[in-house]
C-alpha cells in the first residue's frame, strides 16, 4: 500500500491531534481518518475510485481546524540534496 497523502489538523496532544490519511493499493483507495495520534483510533474508508476518496477527504477536512499537508516520508534509499 502506497501513502499518496496526509494530512494534519496542526493540534498537538493526544485529545486534540486529527489525521488524515490517502493511500492506493492496486486499484483500491483507502482513506484513514484518525483522532488521538499513534495511539489513536482509526476509522477507515475504501473506494473503487481516487474521485471517490477525495471527495471522503475533502468532506473529512472541512471545519474549523487548520489542516495541513505533510510530505509523505521518502523510500529510505533517497538522500536529501546539500543545502
Do not use: C
Not at 490519511?21 to 482513506?31: E, I, P, Q, Y
Not at 488521538?36 to 472541512?62: K, M, N, P, Q, W
Amino acid at each position: 500500500m502506497e501513502q499518496r497523502k496526509h494530512w494534519w489538523n496542526g493540534k498537538w496532544g493526544r485529545l486534540a491531534r486529527r489525521d488524515v490519511f490517502l493511500r492506493v493499493d492496486a486499484d483500491r483507495w483507502h482513506v484513514e481518518q484518525r483522532a488521538g495520534g499513534a495511539e489513536g483510533i482509526s476509522r477507515f474508508y475504501e473506494y473503487g475510485s481516487a474521485d471517490e476518496a477525495e471527495e471522503t477527504v475533502r468532506a473529512l477536512l472541512d471545519g474549523p481546524d487548520t489542516w495541513r499537508e505533510l510530505s509523505p516520508r521518502p523510500p529510505s534509499g533517497w538522500t536529501l540534496p546539500n543545502t
